[in-house]
């Protein structure tokens, strides 16, 4: 098939790229290469997949929706898979419009090329933050996510909306991802896994937020991409999906830690610090439609999965200092 990835140099849309790739589907991929965190890691992935003949790359913004219609109507995509945006929550405190810019008008110009090109499968990054302020364990999908407690979450729980008012208009498939806490190789430098690891290596202390108190469903990036693969090429889906992408356990951050330890071979220094506004206390998955429909079995606990990101990442000594 011909496949569009967005965000392609980003850590998902990297590793799904690969995937396609290796099973021989044209990919176009798009990415914009900006530097909330440092481009060079995205160029690094990039690279890797550029020794493959079926990918196309094009640095290009979403928010340039004539560039965007131009590439829907030369490379014709069988499916879309939507993962650019801006992400992180804290940064959102600072950097509203980066966020109403990439995760909403990006978003919607995708949808409007969907509309206009064919009107192939939607599948799209969305997020557990939507959860927001919610106390019930595990999040469920039927659950209400109308009370978000950050801009990051309220641009994704709006793309979400959006997807359902074009399905209805238009009648192309959209299938839209809840990620939890995704970890693993080639991963993000702003995310707690990276930055505890880098931290332990180099003898410097951690901050820990809400003094320990968090527990977040940490999810490994295989088990990520094969929920998404699942999601682009599943048949007998509802017009309009959601599903939650976890690993149905939630652990806390001592958990972690701990497994950083013992990976490093080292002890952290932790450094307690209070909630940071906008932070969700505690995330947990229930992946039951994700396990109906998309045959979605996470299999990579914390204790397999952080090893082989602590091994990636001293095998790769250029990414240490990001």
């Given amino acids: 098939m011909n496949i569009m990835v967005t965000g392609i ?16 589907h044209r990919v176009l991929g798009i990415d914009n290469l900006n530097d909330y965190y440092a481009p060079a890691l995205k160029e690094a992935r990039l690279q890797r997949l550029q020794r493959f003949e079926k990918l196309s790359f094009e640095k290009l913004d979403l928010c340039n ?4 219609s131009d590439r829907f109507a030369k490379f014709r995509p069988d499916r879309v898979l939507h993962l650019a945006g801006q992400v992180g929550v804290r940064y959102s405190l600072e950097h509203p ?3 109403a810019q990439s995760n909403v008008v990006g978003t ?10 064919g009107r192939p499968r939607l599948v799209y990054a969305s997020s557990s933050s939507v959860y927001g302020g919610n106390t019930k364990l595990p999040f469920s999908e039927s659950d209400s996510v109308d009370h978000p407690i950050s801009l990051y979450a309220a641009t994704k ?22 990620f939890f806490t995704v970890y693993g190789p080639w991963g993000r430098p702003d995310m707690a896994v990276w930055l505890f690891t880098k931290a332990i290596l180099q003898g410097a202390p951690i901050k820990v937020f809400n003094q320990g108190k968090m527990s977040r469903d940490f999810t490994y990036i295989d088990d990520i991409i094969a929920g998404v693969h699942a999601a682009l090429f599943s048949e ?8 939650n992408l976890g690993n149905h356990q939630s652990q806390s951050l001592d958990d972690l830690i701990e497994c950083i330890e013992s990976a490093c071979g080292r002890e952290a220094k932790r450094e307690f610090q209070p909630l940071q506004d906008g932070d969700m206390v505690d995330t947990f998955a ?3 439609r994700a396990r109906a429909k998309l045959k979605f079995e ?10 082989r990101f602590v091994s990636w990442l001293l095998a790769n000594p250029e990414f240490q200092t990001l």
């Fill in 157 to 178: 729980k709006s793309t979400e909306l959006m997807a359902h008012a074009y399905t209805h208009l238009y009648g192309f498939s959209t299938v839209g991802l809840r």
């Fill in 97 to 99: 419009h980066a966020y």
């Fill in 298 to 307: 996470p299999s990579v606990p914390l204790k397999v999965g952080v090893p």
């Fill in 9 to 24: 140099a980003g850590f998902i849309g990297f590793h799904c790229a690969q995937r396609l790739l290796n099973e021989g």
């Fill in 286 to 288: 229930d992946i039951e």
């Fill in 236 to 243: 007998d889906l509802e017009p309009y999906e959601i599903f």
């Fill in 108 to 117: 919607l110009n995708l949808l409007e090329c969907c509309r206009h090109h």
């Fill in 65 to 68: 929706g004539e560039a965007l």
